[in-house]
């Protein structure tokens, strides 16, 4: 639909960005409603609204009533901003595992061979190299399409993006056009009362990917794949281990000083292509297939893609850090059950001496995590430091009082100073410990009350052991 946007220099939902020459737009949200703010924004300015409802505005206010605000916004701000998306190629991906890594991938063997590819997901927008942090995996429809206005204009001709299940639930990315929409896996998460009510839901939004999408990937391992290849649209291709268009075999470790990763065969179209990749676990060659997968179709040879995928790296996703000579350090994201069992699965495959995990749970949601990451910890660890992790508005000893329920007989300490759990796994690591610190991978903050407190892990795992070895 067309809208007249005579006069109008923004599109604004957050009344606090109100002034005048901007459109309000009403969105209702799990714990807000925007139309409670429409006088505030009128207040400041506004003179055009969209609501799902009358509001009680004076008569110079033009109010135009929609049947669903979220995508009215994205219909507005795509118009706005000039339909951007149909300047790009655009690749989403989704699933409960891998988005992240996988994304980043993508977009620097892009880079890498010549294109300019930006990135949109959990670690941030990245264009030209320039970091942005994001607040959701998938941004508000209208900061998607503000983005990709400045993508565009910074010279872009791919934008990588993460697809989480609420950006489709919450109509974040109507209206965008896929190049290629990606399946990773899916397993339960995400599933409360303010996100999704049950897996089904969870499945089905992941499921809406594709049918925005030219092309999909589907990795057809996955239980939930059929799923996926039913709501697809045009061209599919599969990912499998066994009988996929893209197949792997051959799959072996190989480790360095700074690199435990895995090589492996990839074979399409009848051609076999030798790739490596700088993270482990079998997890790690789903992403990597994944990956050429998405450069193939792109164009991209094999060859180039062969030459620098095991040059790939992801902040805070299986992120070893330099910290003591005698143990490796391992930061990652594994913030639920399925990750972080794969995680210390696959680390418990490379023999540590002892395998030690810092974990929490976030707070005030998602507590089926807890009892998952107890359960995951206790089947691969040897001992858990169990910590806090974006408690949130929840009490941080409370939190890990359920996380302790279900650890079973695994020996454990806890620490509510994720800072001083940090600095007892430092302190306490011997020759050949294999430590991961779970949950928090790229972010720099600890969610403490409302505020967001500046943290970041790998400077604080790397303070700790400067502190250690100055003792020594």
Request: proline content about 3%; aromatic content about 8%.
């Amino acid at each position: 639909m067309k809208y007249d946007l005579f006069g109008i220099r923004d599109i604004i939902y957050d009344s606090r960005r109100a002034a005048p020459d901007t459109a309000f737009v009403c969105l209702v949200g799990a714990s807000f409603d925007g139309h409670d703010y429409a006088k505030m924004a009128y207040d400041k300015g506004s003179r055009l609204f969209f609501a799902q409802r009358e509001l009680d505005l004076p008569c110079d206010a033009k109010v135009i009533i929609c049947e669903d605000t979220r995508i009215t916004l994205a219909e507005v701000s795509r118009q706005f901003f000039g339909y951007p998306d149909k300047e790009l190629k655009i690749i989403g991906i989704t699933g409960t595992k891998g988005k992240t890594t996988t994304s980043n991938i993508i977009a620097q063997i892009l880079n890498k061979c010549g294109k300019n590819a930006a990135v949109i997901g959990t670690n941030g927008i990245i264009i030209n190299g320039e970091l942005t942090p994001t607040v959701n995996t998938t941004p508000e429809s209208n900061e998607l399409y503000r983005t990709f206005d400045k993508m565009v204009k910074a010279g872009c001709e791919y934008c990588v993006m993460e697809v989480s299940s609420q950006a489709v639930k919450l109509n974040r990315i109507h209206g965008i056009e896929f190049e290629i929409g990606v399946f990773t896996n899916l397993s339960p998460d995400h599933i409360s009362d303010i996100e999704h009510k049950t897996y089904e839901e969870y499945r089905e939004c992941k499921s809406g990917l594709f049918a925005r999408s030219r092309n999909s990937v589907i990795n057809i391992d996955d239980d939930d794949s059929p799923y996926m290849l039913e709501a697809a649209m045009d061209k599919v291709y599969t990912i499998s281990l066994h009988n996929g268009d893209f197949t792997a075999d051959n799959i072996e470790k190989y480790s360095t000083d700074s690199v435990l990763g895995m090589s492996f065969d990839c074979k399409y179209d009848e051609v076999r292509t030798k790739l490596k990749v700088s993270t482990p676990g079998i997890y790690s060659v789903y992403n990597g297939m994944t990956a050429f997968a998405v450069c193939r179709i792109l164009g991209i040879s094999a060859v180039d893609v062969a030459k620098n995928l095991p040059f790939c790296r992801v902040n805070g996703r299986f992120e070893i850090i330099d910290a003591l000579p005698y143990a490796t350090f391992i930061i990652d994201y594994a913030h639920n059950g399925v990750s972080l069992e794969s995680v210390l699965k696959t680390l418990k495959e490379y023999d540590p001496k002892r395998l030690i995990v810092l974990f929490g749970s976030v707070g005030e949601r998602t507590q089926l995590r807890r009892r998952e990451l107890a359960e995951a910890a206790a089947e691969y660890a040897d001992l858990a430091v169990v910590t806090s992790d974006n408690p949130g508005c929840e009490d941080p000893d409370a939190i890990i009082d359920e996380i302790i329920e279900h650890i079973s007989d695994l020996p454990y300490v806890r620490f509510a100073d994720r800072t001083e759990a940090i600095g007892y796994v430092v302190e306490n690591a011997e020759q050949g410990d294999v430590i991961l610190l779970a949950g928090k991978g790229h972010e720099t903050y600890q969610l403490i009350g409302k505020e967001k407190v500046p943290f970041c892990e790998r400077d604080i795992l790397l303070d700790s052991s400067r502190v250690l070895t100055t003792k020594k």
